[in-house]
Nanobody
Framework: QVQLVESGGGLVQAGGSLRLSCAASGRTFSIYRMGWFRQAPGKEREFVAAISWRSDGNTYYADSVKGRFTISRDNTKNTVYLQMNSLKPEDTTVYYC???????????WGQGTQVTVSS
């Protein structure tokens, strides 16, 4: 099993920045990719960004956050980060960290961290 713990959420004004962290523990050698998702009440879960956990470190972004958010990793700390700049009120929701297996299935999820952007 892989355990994921997010941190770094909070309240920020529009145009501001936040950095989310996700620390992984347990069977971290089984992780192929780490991703960030978000889900507002009553809405479907939305992909935000992902990064390969292996050597290439390829990154992927949703169009809605491209140019504003940056995903990065520190394998020595088993931690993935999401730097969020130029935040907008529509970015307000709960953000989840997830770990995918080599088949690309996100099978481990964190508990979520709330991000609130005030206008």
């Amino acid at each position: 099993q892989v355990q994921l713990v997010e941190s770094g959420g909070g309240l920020v004004q529009a145009g501001g920045s936040l950095r989310l962290s996700c620390a992984a523990s347990g069977r971290t050698f089984s992780i192929y990719r780490m991703g960030w998702f978000r889900q507002a009440p009553g809405k479907e879960r939305e992909f935000v960004a992902a990064i390969s956990w292996r050597s290439d470190g390829n990154t992927y972004y949703a169009d809605s956050v491209k140019g504003r958010f940056t995903i990065s990793r520190d394998n020595t700390k088993n931690t993935v980060y999401l730097q969020m700049n130029s935040l907008k009120p529509e970015d307000t929701t709960v953000y989840y960290c997830a770990a995918a297996n080599p088949l690309g299935k996100y099978e481990h999820w964190g508990q979520g961290t709330q991000v609130t952007v005030s206008s």
